[in-house]
T-cell receptor, first 112, second 113 residues
Framework: GDSVTQMEGPVTLSEEAFLTINCTYTATGYPSLFWYVQYPGEGLQLLLKATKADDKGSNKGFEATYRKETTSFHLEKGSVQVSDSAVYFCALITGGGNKLTFGTGTQLKVEL | DGGITQSPKYLFRKEGQNVTLSCEQNLNHDAMYWYRQDPGQGLRLIYYSQIVNDFQKGDIAEGYSVSREKKESFPLTVTSAQKNPTAFYLC????????????FGSGTRLTVV
């Protein structure tokens, strides 16, 4: 079945550091890929998405590129802030459906 | 503004009691979902509904029940049969068109005392 694998957390960075959170997937067909963010005590918010190979999703300084050849959708940001501290979830939808499969989430902590 | 509302934000329940968590959306979405999240864990699907008066079990439906009498509403009942109900519960909704993604509520934290 479909699955999403994310790097283990927590990831701890200093403010203004470069961020990469790895995400790889296994899916039949050509999935659409998503990154969601969850701030403490809140629900998830859509951060960005990409629906076909080589598409780049971007929002709030975050970006991720859909790499079909490596089945990856790594999340990057050039300069993180303390306010970026949250849990980040990678997810996919396959088969033209609408049911998301989530990864286990990666906690990011950004320190001054 | 359209959105999805979960209430209450915090809920305390005595062992042996049933409790119902509310989820309402005004986004005109057809599909709705309930997830459970435990500390440091990912999301586990409890139930989902693609259309009014129809719903399907997810991965951990035992001890839970739902109804979908209106498009806007998808309440979740945590029954006394759920052995470990203390968790953070998230409701979400989406269109049924492909690849749309979900809109989430802000969650209900249930604690059994």
């Amino acid at each position: 079945g479909d699955s999403v694998t994310q790097m283990e957390g927590p990831v701890t960075l200093s403010e203004e550091a470069f961020l990469t959170i790895n995400c790889t997937y296994t899916a039949t067909g050509y999935p659409s890929l998503f990154w969601y963010v969850q701030y403490p005590g809140e629900g998830l918010q859509l951060l960005l998405k990409a629906t076909k190979a080589d598409d780049k999703g971007s929002n709030k300084g975050f970006e991720a590129t859909y790499r079909k050849e490596t089945t990856s959708f790594h999340l990057e940001k050039g300069s993180v802030q303390v306010s970026d501290s949250a849990v980040y979830f990678c997810a996919l939808i396959t088969g033209g459906g609408n049911k998301l499969t989530f990864g286990t989430g990666t906690q990011l902590k950004v320190e001054l | 503004d359209g959105g999805i509302t979960q209430s209450p934000k915090y809920l305390f329940r005595k062992e042996g009691q049933n409790v119902t968590l509310s989820c309402e959306q005004n986004l005109n979405h057809d599909a709705m979902y309930w997830y459970r999240q435990d500390p440091g864990q990912g999301l586990r699907l409890i139930y989902y509904s693609q259309i009014v008066n129809d719903f399907q079990k997810g991965d951990i439906a035992e001890g839970y029940s739902v109804s979908r009498e209106k498009k806007e509403s998808f309440p979740l009942t945590v029954t006394s049969a759920q052995k470990n109900p203390t968790a953070f519960y998230l409701c979400a909704s989406s269109r049924t068109e492909p690849n749309y993604g979900y809109t989430f509520g802000s969650g209900t934290r249930l604690t059994v005392v």
